[in-house]
């Protein structure tokens, strides 16, 4: 079993930057592909963006590619998400998840499905 906890979740003013992090319970942090997904009020959880094992793939939603970074350090058993140009639409809990099958898991990796163990989901306010 993984725990994931989420961090650094607050409010911002648009176009404003924030730094959230997912620290893992896992001796075998670098076997997980991982993932970034958000969930405003009243609708469905969306995936944002996604990290390959060793950080050298990542791949993001169109609505904020270019805005959002994820990375990894896999001696610190944490992934972040880098959020610049935040707008008031970003405004959702957002989520850290991990796939522990990266190679093979069910699914297409940017649906929820996909991952395995989810974190308990940081807020993110976006003032305008």
């Known amino acids: 079993q993984v725990q994931l906890v989420e961090s650094g979740g607050g409010l911002v003013q648009a176009g404003g930057s924030l730094r959230l992090s997912c620290t893992a319970s896992?001796?075998?942090?670098?076997?997980?592909?991982m993932g970034w997904f958000r969930q405003a009020s009243g609708k469905e959880r969306e995936f944002v963006g996604r990290?390959?094992?060793?950080?050298?793939?990542?791949y993001y939603a169109d609505s904020v590619r270019g805005r959002f970074t994820v990375s990894r350090e896999n001696a610190k058993n944490t992934v972040y998400l880098q959020m610049n140009s935040l707008k008031p639409e970003d405004t959702a809990v957002y989520y850290c998840?991990?796939?522990?099958?990266?190679?093979?898991?069910?699914?297409?990796?940017?649906?929820?499905?996909?991952?395995?163990?989810w974190g308990q989901g940081t807020q993110v306010t976006v003032s305008s």
């Open positions: 990290i390959s094992r060793s950080g050298g793939v990542t």
């Open positions: 896992t001796r075998t942090f670098s076997s997980y592909a």
């Open positions: 998840a991990a796939d522990e099958n990266p190679l093979h898991g069910l699914g297409v990796p940017t649906t929820t499905t996909r991952y395995e163990y």
